[in-house]
Nanobody, 114 residues
Framework: ELQLVESGGGLVQPGGSLRLSCAAS????????MQWVRQVPRKERESVAI????????TYAASVKGRFTISRDNAKNMLYLQMTNLKPEDTAVYFC???????RGQGTQVTVAS
């Protein structure tokens, strides 16, 4: 059964940090470019970070560059997003997805508020 399960979201104060994790199963994770995407109600989803299958190429949205780091552990079929210096505008549901959106998880809520 195909699964992408995110974890690590929560409530954090501005300037704080969180690390999101995404556990993948049921598809050839190691052959897929993967991404983290965030969604705010009534707004278009935003791809914030992308990583290639080998993990040696990454790219970020301008809104998070320098604050977020995407990584993966292909031995464990895991995808990560390290988020630092969080801002209230980072509040969203974050989900992991394959680069072509063929596969996506349910998401985890991140709320940045004091």
């Amino acid at each position: 059964e195909l699964q992408l399960v995110e974890s690590g979201g929560g409530l954090v104060q501005p300037g704080g940090s969180l690390r999101l994790s995404c556990a993948a199963s049921g598809f050839p994770f190691t052959t897929y470019t993967m991404q983290w995407v965030r969604q705010v109600p009534r707004k278009e989803r935003e791809s914030v970070a992308i990583i290639n299958d080998g993990g040696d190429w990454t790219t970020y949205a301008a809104s998070v560059k320098g604050r977020f780091t995407i990584s993966r552990d292909n031995a464990k079929n895991m995808l990560y997003l390290q988020m630092t210096n969080l801002k209230p505008e980072d509040t969203a549901v974050y989900f992991c997805a394959s680069g072509n959106y063929d596969y996506r998880g349910q998401g985890t809520q991140v709320t940045v508020a004091s």
